[in-house]
C-alpha cells in the first residue's frame, strides 16, 4: 500500500471512465429509428382502417417528410414549433431531476407569455436592445414565480405538487380569460378577448426573412440553445444542480447532506416555472405578437412528453423538441398536401413516444438488429 | 409516552404541529374579519333557499335565512375556533376546525351572495353529485392502479376513449351495448398501460401521457372522419334517471341520492364494493400488499406481475365506465375532448382522497360542490367576476390540500418497476 | 428433509455471485454460513427460496431435483427465507403479514382477519414468540419485527428455513432469545441455514459451518473444533484481530455538551428527555441502548437533523442548538448515519459525488457557483485509495458497491475531513469481520488524532470494545454510566441497565 | 385545376365545432352545390398555425381564401397585405380601415336574438329564462344581450315579469361554461338553469349546447325547450330537433357563399358585410315542430318588431 507508484496506478485506474456499451448506443440511435418507423406503419394502418387510400397514404408521408425536413421552410417550421417546447421541457426535466411532478407548465407558459405581451406594450418605447431581452425576462420571473406558488406550498405544508400544479393550470386559463377582458390589456377599439400587440422593439427578430419573408423562425432559437447549455450546466455542473438532483434521488440523504429541502423545491419549481415562461414568452415575442384565450396550446403538456423522452437531459430534451416540431410542422403539410386530419399527427406522436421509451417492447418486436443480451441481463 | 416531570409543561416546547396549529388559529381569525367586514349583509336582507321543486312529491317551504344575525354568528363562531386554537394550539383539533371554519365561510358566504334573492338548495345538490360522478370515477380507476403502484396519468385518455366507445357502440347496439363496449375499451388501454409498465417497463408517467394523446388523437381522428359524416354513428340513447320508489321522495337528500341514474347509483356501488374489496378481502390484501412491498408480496408467493395487470386493467374498466358516463349518462353523443381534463381532477381526487374509494369520492364530491356552487353564483349576480367564480372549485382544492392533507401517504412502491431476477 | 444445490451458478451482468455452489442442509440441523460482503450468500439463499432463478445448476429436495418458478413453489416445497432486509409491509399488522399469501377466507373472498389472529396467536404459542398480531409493523421494534418474518415461515410450515442475517438488528438480550427460538426449531426437526457476521454466534449455535467467498464454498468444518480466528481467516484470507488496537485514551477539552435536551418525535411524544452528556477530545464514548430509546432522536438533534424542543447543545465552546446541519457540519462535526441505504448516500449517484454529498458546496470542491469536478474526482480516488473502498472506478453508481464498501465510503467522506467530534451511528451493521475491523481502527485513529468520538450501536460488544466510557440511554434519558478503561466495564450490568433496571446507577 | 377554389383556415375550434368554423363551411360548400366550384379547407391545431396555413395556401391554388373568427385577424390581414392580388374574407371580423383585398363579414346578431328573447318571453309558462355562454367574449355575449332586451321588451309591451337568468347585460357579468368542448357541462347548466325555474334556454357555446338539448330531450319539451344559435339546430342536430323552440341564425353560410359569388363574378371588393334582419344575414329559424304551439298574436308581434328594427323604430338596448 505505501508503495507510491502502486497508489498512483490503483488512481488512474480509478479514474478512468468506462466506455459507453453497446446497449447504451442501441437504446440511443437503433430504438429511435426503429420506433418512427413502427409508429408510421400503425399510422398507415388506423388510416387504411377509416377508409383512406393507399395512394393517399403515401402522399401523406412524403408530405410528412417534406414538411419537416425537405425544405428551408420545412426547416424552419420544425425549429420554430420545437423552441417552446423544448424550453418548457427543459423546465419539466430539470424538475423531474428534483423529484418534482410539474404538471403546471402549461399555466406557467400562459402567465409567462402573458406577462410577456404586458410588458412590452408598456414599456413600448424603449428601445429594442432593452425592451425585448426585458420582455422575456418578465416572462420567465412570472412563470418562476406562479410555479414557485406549487413549490412554496409543498415544502410548507407537503401539499401534492400534481395536484397543485393541475389546479393553477385550471385557475391560469380563467385568470387570462379575466385578464383580457380588462381595458388596459384589451386590443385597443376592440371588444375580442386579444391583448394589445407585442411592439416591434419587443419582439424576438425573425432570423430568415431576408431569404422569404415567410420564414418564421425567430432569435428563440438563440434561447432555446442558451437554455440547453444553461440546464445541463445548472444540473451538472453547478452546486445548486447537485442539490436539485440529490433531493430527487433521495431526499433523505439530501437533509442528512444539508441541504434544505424547502428551499431546493422551490428553487426547482421556481426555475422550471421560469423556463416554461420563457417558452411562454418566446411563442408571444418570435410568433404569435400577442396574447389570446389558450394561445399556449398545449405546449405545456407536450412538453411533458418532451421531458420525458429525452429522459430529463438537456441534450435528450433538444432532440426530442426538435423531433416534435418535426411532427408538427410535417403534420401540417400533411394536412395541405393529402388532406389528411392533422389529427392523426398526435397517433403518431404517441406511438413514437411509446416505441421510443419502452426499449424492451422494440427489442421484443424487432429481435433483430440488437446485440443479444445473456440471459439475467443488467437491466436495473 | 414517558413520565413528563411537572417543570416540562410549564415550558413551552414548540413544536412543528403547534406552529401549524397557531397558523390555523390565525387563518380562522382572518376568515372571521372576513365574514364580519366584507360579507357584511345589511339588516333586514334575508337569503332564501329553496329546498323543494315544483314537481317535488313532498314539498318543503323556503329555507329563509336572515342575513345579518347570520353571519354575525358565523363571525362569531370563527372567532371563537380561532382564538381557541391560537391559545390552545391543540394538535389534533387541526384539521377539525379549519374544516368545520371553511365549511362556516362557505354557508356565509352563500348567505351573503343570496341576500334577497334565493336558489335551489335541492338543485345543486343533486348537480353535486352529478358533477362528481365522473370524477369519482376516475380516482376510483387511480385507485386500483396506484393500490398495486401503478401510476395511472392515462386515467382521462381512459374516460376520453370509454365516452368514445358508449357514443359509438351506444349508436349501434343501444345504451347497453355501449355501456358493456366501453367498460371493455377502457379495460383494454388499462391492460395496455400493464403491459407498457409492467412488462415493457416504460416509466409509468410516459406510458400514461402517452395513452392519452394516442387516444386523444384517435378518437378526435375518427370523429372528424366518421361522426362528420355519419351522423346515426354518433347518436346513442342516454339512460335516464330512474327513481328509487319512496327514497327518491325524501326532500331535499332524495334527489340528490336516489333520484339519479345508472351512473351515479354504479358509482356509489363500485366504490363500496371497491372499498370493501380493497380492505376486507384476500384479493385486496394482496393488492395492497404489491403496492406497499412488492419484493415482500413476491416472496410469499404472491404474483406481482399478474396482480398488476389484473388492477390496472380493472381501473381501465372503471374509468372506462366513467368515460360512459360523458356520453350514455348525460348527453348522448360524442365530441372532440369532451372530458375536457376531468381525468386530471380524478387523479387529483385520489390523491386528495388518501388513495382510498370514499376518500375519492368525498374528493370528488367536494369538487362537485363547488362547481355547482360556482353556478350558482354566478346567477345571483355578485360583484365577482365569472371567471373568478370559475376557479372557486380550483382554488378551494389548493386549499384544502395545503391545508388539511398535508402529507398524504402514497403506496410505498407507487411508480416503481418491479423487476425480478 | 434434506436439500442439495448442486453447481449452482449466479450472474448479475458480469458479477458471477454464484460460481458453482455445491451446498448440503439437513433436517434437524443448524448450519452455519458465513462470508464477506458479497460473498453470495444472500443470492444462493434467494436461489433456494425460488426468488431468483440459477442460470446453472439444480436443486434437489429429498434426492429429487425441483426446478422452481417463483417463491410461491418454495413456500410450497417448504422451504422458508427470512430476508436478509425485512420483507414485510410496514402499513399492514403483523397478522395481515404473516397470512398475507396463505389468507384464511370466508365467502366472497372475505378475509378472515379474526381466524388469521386465532392461527397467529397459536404459533405464538407454540413457539414462545410473543408478538401482537394485531399491532401495525411499522409501530412494532425490529427486534419484534424478525420475530415476525419468522412467525411468516413457521405459518407455512416450512421445513427449511433460511436466516439471512437475522441478528445484524438484535440487541443481546434478543439474540439469546432468538437462539433459544432456533433452538427449538431445530428440536422440532426443522431444517435451518443461520447466515451471520457475527462469528461467535456461529459457534454458539450451529452444528456445521459453511464459508464462501468470492461465490464460491471455500470451507466446512465442525464449530464445536473451529474458532472464531479460524473462520475469520477462511472467510477473509488472512489473520483478522478481534480486539481493537489501542491506548488509554488522554480526554482534553469537553468537544460535545448537551444539557437538558429535549427532542420530541413527530407525533410529539417525548423521545429524548432532558438528556445530558459530555464527550471530551481523545476519548470515544458510546452509547449503548435497545433501538427505540431515543438514541436516533439524539443523534438527529446533535447533528442538526432534528430540532430540539428545549436544552442546549455546545459544540467546542460554541452553542450550536441553532446551527443548521451544514453550518454544524463545517463546524468539523463528522456524522456517519445509521441507515446508509437511507440518507448516507444517493445510491444512483456515482461514488465520486457520495464522497462530496455534504461538501461538495465547499472549498476545493467549489469554485464560484460551480463544483470543481476534477478536483472532486482525484480527491474521490483518493479517498477510495485511502479506504480501501473496492471498486473498479469512481463513475461507477454508488448503488453498485457492496454493503462493506459503501459503508466504507461513507466514512471515508465523514473522516477524511478536518474534524473535530465524530457521530457514528451503528457504524458496522451488518458488516463482515474485515471491514469491521477497519472501520473500528479509522475511529480510533480518529480518536487519537484529538477528536470527540460517539458511537451509538447496538453492538454490545462493539461499544464493550470500541469505547472508553459508556453511557446507557434508557426512555430518552441516561441511567447509567461506565469506565470502559481497558475493556473493563461490567457487561452484565451493562445489559441490566438497558433493559431499564438501574435507574438509581444514572450518573 | 383550372375549377374556382374556395378555401377555407379553420379557427382552433376545427371544421367540425357546431360553430362558425361549421356553419362557413357549409357556406362553401353550398357554393360547391350550387356552381360546381371546388372547396378545401385547412384545420388549425394552435394559433401558430394560422399563419403557417394562410401561407401554405399561397402559391395561387385558391381563387378566395375564407379565415373564420377574431383570434384570426391579425394573420388574415398579414397575409392579406403581403399578397395583394389573392382574395380573402374573414368570418366574424371587420377592419377599419378597410383592406381592399379582404371582405371582413359582421353580423348584428342582438338583431335575432332580441326577436328569439321576446319569442322566449311570450312561450314561457314559469316566467323564468335562461341562458349561458362558452367564454366571456363579445361574439358570444351579443346573443346573450339580444335575448335580454328582447325579453325586457316583451315585459314592457305585456306588463309582464318575466326574468333571464345568467346575463346581466349592466354589468357584462353572467353563467359561462369556461370551455367550448365539454358537452357535458352543457347539460349541467342547462340543468342548473332549469332548478331556477326557466323553461327555456339558449346555449352560446358552440357544441357544449348540444348537451343542454340532450337534458331537454330528457325532461320532455313541456319543462324545457332550448333556443339554438348560429346555425338552425333543428336541421344540425336532427336526433334532437324537437327540443328547439327556434335558432337564432348568424347566416355565415349565406355571407361565405356571397362572398364567393362575388369572387367568381368579380363583383369582389374589398371591405363590409353586415349581416342584419333586413338583408337576412341574421334571422330566427322557422320553429319546426313548434310552429303549430306559437301563438298568432305572438307571431305577428315578432313580425312587427322585425319591422321596426329594420326601420330603426326599435333600439335594441337603449
Ligand atoms: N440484484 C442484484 N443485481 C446485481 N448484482 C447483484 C444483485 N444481488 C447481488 N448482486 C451481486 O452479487 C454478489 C453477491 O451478492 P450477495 O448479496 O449474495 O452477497 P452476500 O454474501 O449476501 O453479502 P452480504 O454479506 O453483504 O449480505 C455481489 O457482488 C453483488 O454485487
Ligand atoms: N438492484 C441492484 N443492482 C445492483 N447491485 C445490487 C442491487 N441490489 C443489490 N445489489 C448489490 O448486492 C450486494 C448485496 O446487497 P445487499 O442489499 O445485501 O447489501 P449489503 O451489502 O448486504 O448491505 P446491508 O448488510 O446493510 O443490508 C451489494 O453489492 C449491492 O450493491
Ligand atoms: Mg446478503
Ligand atoms: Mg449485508
Redesign the interface.
Known sequence: MSDLSSINEQMRSLLARTARGRSEFEDLVVVPVFAVVVALIFGMLVMLATGVDIATIGKSFVALAKGSLGSVNALSETLTAAIPLVLAGLGLGLGFRAGLFNIGAEGQVLLGGTAAVIFGFTFHSLPFAVLMPLSLLAGAIVGGLYAAIAGALKAATGAHEVITTIMLNLISFKLLDYLLRQPYIQKEGRADPISKSVPDAAQLPRLLDWLDPNLRLHAGLFVMLAAVVLVWWILFRSKIGFAFRASGENPHAARYAGMKSGLVIVAAMGTAGALAGLAGASQVLGVLGRASPGFSADIGFDAIAVALLGRSHPLGILFAGILFGGLEAGGRQMQVDAGVSIDLIAIIQALIIVFIAAPLLVRAIFPWGFARKSKGGSEV | MSAVTTDTTSEKIATGKARQARIVGGVLIALALLVLFVLDVGAGQVATFKLSRPRDAIVLGDLVVPGQPFNLVAAALLAFLGVRQFLRGGVRWTSISLGVGLAILVMAFLVWATADKSFSLTGMLQATMVRAVPIALGGLAGVLCERVAVVNIAIEGMLLAGAFTGALIGSLLGGWGGLVAAVLVGGSFGLILAALVVTFRMDQIIAGVVINLFVLGLTSYVSSQVFAEVRSLNNAPVFRAWKIPLLGDIPVIGPMLFNQNLFVYGALILVAVATYYLFHTKGGLRARAVGEHPRAADTLGVDVYWTRYVHVTLGGMVAGFGGAWFTLGSVGRFDENMTGGRGFIGLAAMIFGRWHPVGALSAALIFGFADSLQQKLALLNTPIPSEFLAMAPYIATIIVVAGLIGKARAPAADGKPYVKE | MDVELRGITKRFGSVVANDGVNLTIRGGEVLGLLGENGAGKSTMMNILSGLYSPDEGEILIDGKPVVFQGPGDGIEAGIGMVHQHFMLVPVFTVAENVVLGVEPTGRLGYLDLKRARAQVDEINQLYGLHVPADTLIEDLPVGIQQRVEILKVLFRQADVLILDEPTAVLTPQEVEEFFGIVRSLKEAGKAIVFITHKLHEILEVSDRVSVMRQGRIVGEGDPKTLTEADLAEMMVGRPVSFTVDKTVAEPGRPMLEVSDLVVLRDNDEIAVDHLNMVVKSGEVVGIAGVQGNGQSALVEAITGLARAASGKIVFDGKDITHFSVRQRHSEGMAHIPEDRHKSGMVSSFTIAENMVLNSYYEKPYSKGMAIDWPTVHKTAAKYCVDFDVRTPSVFLPAGNLSGGNQQKMVVARELERQTKLVIASQPTRGLDVGSIEYIHSRLIEARDEGDGVLIVSSELDEIMGLSDRILVMFDGRIVAEFDNTGGKADRNAIGLAMAGATEGAAA | ASAFTACQVTD?G???D?GFNQTAWKGVQDAIEAHGIEG?F??S?????Y???L????GGGCDVIVTVG??M??ATAAAAK?NPDQKFSIVDFAY?PAIPNVIGQVFATEQAAFLAGYLAAGMTETGVLGTFGG?????VTVFMDGMVHGANYYNEKHGTDVTV??W?PE?K????T??F?????????A??????GADIVMPVAG?VG??SA?LA??LGTDELKIIGVDADQALTD??KAHVYLTSVLKRMDSTVQEVIEAAMNDTFEGGVIVGTLENDGVSLAPYHTFEGAVPAELQAELDEIKAGIIDGSIKIGM
Do not use: H, K, V, W
Request: aromatic share 6%.
Open positions: 382552433t376545427g371544421i367540425d357546431a378545401r385547412l384545420e391545431q394552435a394559433e401558430s398555425d399563419e403557417a396555413n401561407n401554405s395556401l399561397m377574431f383570434l385577424g391579425d403581403a377599419d367564454i366571456n367574449i363579445p361574439p337568468l345568467g346581466n354589468t357579468e353572467g353563467l359561462f369556461g370551455n368542448d365539454s358537452l357535458d357541462d352543457g347539460r349541467a347548466f340543468q342548473n338553469l332549469y332548478d331556477e357544441p348540444l348537451g340532450a330531450d330528457e336532427p336526433e
